[in-house]
């Protein structure tokens, strides 16, 4: 990703400070963190599979609890 100076008197502070604005509301970051190791399309589904079931686990738990409250 390239970055020009807008102006003749832009510093390069507030050209750095352009830059990274630009990476966070892209969110190239944690893109990139993502792609670092490639995961196959089944292990991905397992993943959202376990942490679903997780979530529901939890969700019947805190209804329970309310519950007996």
Known sequence: ????KKY???????MMKRFKKNVEKRD????VKRREH????STKTKLAKEIAK???KRRQEDQNVNRSA
Not at 8 to 14: G, I, M, N, P, W
């Open 28 to 31: 190239l970051i944690n893109e």
């Open 38 to 41: 490639y995961i196959k399309s």
């Open 54 to 56: 997780k979530r529901e």
């Open 8 to 14: 003749k008197t832009e510093s390069f502070e507030s």
């Open 1 to 4: 990703m390239a970055v020009k």
